[in-house]
């Protein structure tokens, strides 16, 4: 399926869309500072941008849904870089891949802007597991049809995170 259009906002404040990753293995986390489990696999998160930060085709955007004051989660994300802040302060983005609002979530989105995969729930994005399914994004060839349909990812993909 394809990725939604619903624009969010970009580092810099600006607007911006899905579509602009295109081109790229995006792995899309909605998250919010309300939600434990989201913060507790921030760090895999960062430690999977660190992983691919030399890979101009991979892009991992992490979209922050609180409404109102945003500066206890910018604040949150800014011990965990290399991620960027992204907003959506709306709360609409949960509500766009199928997982009716579940938090967190995440998409993996493939290079022509199809959604391939999506998990609802907290996972450990610094597993072999995990950089599997990004690397076999990056090595697919050019699909001679947009029939592909997202999957969804079970709970139990990769190992726990450490702690939890």
Known sequence: MPATDHA???????PT???AFRGKVAVVNLWAMWCPPCRLEMPTL???ADAYADNPDVAVVVVNVDVGDLAPARAF???HAPLAFYS???FKMPFEFG?????PQTAIIDRQGRVRAVMTGEADWNTPEARALIDALLVEPEP????LDAVQLSSDF???IPGA
């Open 99 to 103: 997982a009716k609002g579940g938090m």
């Open 88 to 90: 959506d302060p709306k």
């Open 144 to 147: 001679k049809s947009a029939g």
């Open 158 to 160: 990769g190992p726990a």
């Open 8 to 14: 969010f906002l970009a580092p810099n404040g600006l």
């Open 17 to 19: 869309r899905l579509d």
């Open 46 to 48: 960062a430690r999977l």
């Open 77 to 79: 994300l800014a011990d």
